[in-house]
């Protein structure tokens, strides 16, 4: 680590970015699909319909919850938005007397999934669906989950060490910010790409990996809690204000029209939309409404909650505007979770982020190509090469075929099948570990070709896998004009295309002349 | 309509950009540039980027705008940088037809906006 500032950046660089690489790549890979979380629910949830508008699926919910727990002590509703197709409900029932308060998570026999636009129940397959590439990408699996998030946080902040002294060691970032030499040596075609997709989406990068750990902040950093607030409970109630738990007053009254709630609380907002609905003693006089603005709506990642009187549906109160501090957080968070976006800035987030697994994916590789030419033998690398070039090959093609494989597991399993949404996790996770045992017992460059075909297949055979399997496919979805649907498909096969790219550019490179000539010239004399 | 006139325009923009650097100058447009030929070409890239900017906030507002501007510009810079790869000629190509219909394009949507309010 001696040298000039540069040089001892360029030391930092390229250990933080080789050691913490391979869970960033995972972490980058997963965290860019939860951009398309709620159409990856959709599509591993076959038996799940077409969004609708929420004051229909709220109309569907409050029928089905008056017949079914007409006298919980609450209920709660998650509206669907215009791409998702259900409504999730659960409820907490009134607690007999002597007991005490239930907790405020429901039991799953307290829990309903409604489709969007009749309102009656459904029962998807048993699946985690989106949710599971957006936990894992900063909580990890097979961890306790703040065990998990503590090691995504270690990564991202080395993911922040790696890029600022990435900018100070590219010496030449707006004289070669238009460079990129395919053709050229394999060093220098690498280091450029490298260099590409980290530069021209330097950014992207810089804001996915600060508002990222800024997320987790209050986990990472909590002395800022702690030396203002004595419990913290305080500070979460200054930062959640529920409101009151009102005792029922045992005079019965119908519950105040929630459709016409929901429409008044879209003006008050100025035409935002309603997203978590919350009711307290339904079909008493003390009923009360709470309805939580969509995340969404604005920059800011929470809107804000209103509450009504549950039986005159009038305005009671309104969660006060954030502070300052509180806002920036807010907006940090908003801009990392990217719910605002409409389907255009959506797409450039996903290909933005894409570029960011290419960064990861590029700067991984680049340190075996880097070294493989300065091996005394680069017939037979040092344990630590190989080592690094098979945890490459096994997870920069692992983690797509898991990803892939955990949606044909989504098709496969038995429906009725025990702990179902688990083995589809299991499936993910046995993928990768497969693929980097088959990089650690085949020759190098076959590996490459072989692992990157095969995750090309699993990706790109998906839409005829779900074909033959469920109802979803991409010609009924293209009659129906299930637009999100049809873009799902032919995502894939995109996706799968650009992966059978790779895998024939590794094939090419091998017959690429330069390093056998070397190697002959080395092993002759021996 | 209006944001890809702002994709274009971006392009075109960075385009601009890439042909005042001495070292794209004879891949693109085939011989080096007199230096106020690169003045002009690193002002035209601003004006770009610029005009880039303000299609986004005439699309979006302020708040969305600016981040779909810093989106697209990087997807811009980083399909311009691939063509030039591959199709130096290409792209300057791309570029100058891009340069061409970007205004025409805000053009249309000023008048379909018009028409509409």
Not at chain 1, 258 to 275: C, F, I, K, M, N
Not at chain 1, 276 to 288: F, K, Q, R
Not at chain 1, 468 to 486: E, I, P, Y
Request: glycine fraction near 8%; charged fraction near 15%.
């Amino acid at each position: 680590m001696k040298g000039s500032f540069r040089q001892s950046m360029a030391w930092l660089h390229t250990w933080s970015g080789l050691v913490f690489g391979w869970v960033l790549f995972a972490m980058f890979m997963t965290g860019t699909a939860s951009y398309f979380r709620p159409e990856i629910t959709r599509w591993m949830e076959p038996e799940t319909g077409r969004p609708a508008s929420y004051a229909q699926a709220a109309q569907g919910a409050v029928a089905y919850l008056n017949q079914t727990a007409p006298d919980a002590q609450s209920w709660s509703i998650t509206l669907p938005d215009e791409r998702q197709a259900t409504a999730r409900l659960f409820w907490r029932p009134a607690p007999s007397p002597g007991e005490e308060a239930p907790r405020r998570r429901g039991r799953s026999e307290n829990r309903a999934v409604l489709d969007a636009s009749t309102g009656q129940p459904v029962s998807p397959r048993d699946t985690r669906g989106g949710e599971f590439f957006y936990r894992v990408h900063f909580q990890m699996h097979y961890l306790p989950v703040l065990q998990g998030r503590w090691v995504a946080g270690l990564c991202a902040m080395f993911m922040l060490v790696a890029i600022t002294s990435g900018v100070v060691t590219h010496k030449r970032i707006f004289k070669d910010f238009f460079t990129f030499r395919p053709r050229k040596a394999a060093q220098r075609s690498w280091l450029d790409a490298h260099n590409l997709t980290a530069v021209l989406a330097l950014p992207f990068h810089l804001m996915i990996t600060y508002t990222g750990l800024v997320t987790l902040m209050g986990l990472y950093m909590p002395w800022g809690v702690t030396a203002n607030y004595k419990a913290p409970e305080t500070y979460f109630e200054a930062m959640f204000p529920r409101a009151e738990e009102v005792e029922r007053s045992g005079v019965s009254a119908p519950l105040a029209n929630l459709p016409g709630v929901l429409e008044t609380a879209s003006e008050h907002w100025g035409g935002g939309r309603p997203w978590i609905v919350n009711v307290s003693n339904p079909g008493d006089a003390s009923a009360v409404i709470e309805v939580t603005r969509h995340s969404g709506d604005q920059l800011a990642y929470a809107g804000g909650t209103l509450a009504f009187n549950g039986v005159t549906g009038q305005l009671i109160s309104a969660t006060p505007e954030p502070g300052p501090a509180v806002l920036t957080h807010r907006v940090m968070y908003g801009l990392h979770m990217g719910r605002f976006a409409d389907p255009i800035l959506r797409w450039v987030y996903f290909l933005c982020s894409l570029a960011g697994c290419a960064m990861v994916a590029t700067g991984l590789v680049l340190w075996t190509v880097k070294r493989r030419s300065q091996l005394p033998d680069p017939e037979r690398p040092h344990f630590g090469f190989r080592l690094v070039e098979r945890l490459n090959i096994g997870t920069i093609a692992g983690v797509p075929a898991g990803m892939a494989a955990m949606l044909w597991a989504n098709r496969l399993l038995p429906v009725g099948m025990a702990g179902r949404a688990e083995w589809e996790v299991h499936s993910f996770f046995i993928a990768w570990a497969g693929t980097i045992a088959w990089a650690c017992a085949r020759p190098a460059r076959r590996a490459w070709v072989e692992t990157l075909s095969a995750a090309a297949f699993l990706v790109a055979a998906l839409p005829l896998v779900s074909a033959a399997t469920t109802s979803r496919n991409l010609l009924g979805a293209l009659l129906s004009g299930d637009w999100a649907m049809v873009a799902f498909d032919l995502t894939l096969l995109a996706l799968g295309a650009a992966l059978a790219f790779c895998a024939l550019k590794a094939g090419a490179y091998r017959a690429a002349p330069k390093p056998r000539r070397r190697s002959r010239t080395v092993a002759a004399p021996a | 309509m209006i944001l890809t006139a702002a994709f274009l325009l971006a392009f075109a923009g960075f385009a601009a950009f890439c042909v005042s650097m001495t070292k794209h100058q004879v891949e693109t447009v085939g011989r080096r540039l007199a230096p106020r030929e690169q003045t002009l070409a690193k002002a035209a890239g601003a004006a770009g980027l610029g005009a880039a900017f303000a299609c986004a906030v005439l699309a979006e507002g302020w708040r969305f705008g600016s981040v779909l501007w810093s989106g697209l510009i990087m997807l811009a810079a980083l399909a311009l940088t691939l063509l030039l790869a591959y199709r130096p000629r290409t792209a300057a190509r791309f570029a100058a037809v891009s340069a061409y219909f970007a205004p025409l394009l805000v053009a249309a949507w000023a008048l379909v906006t018009f028409i509409e309010a």
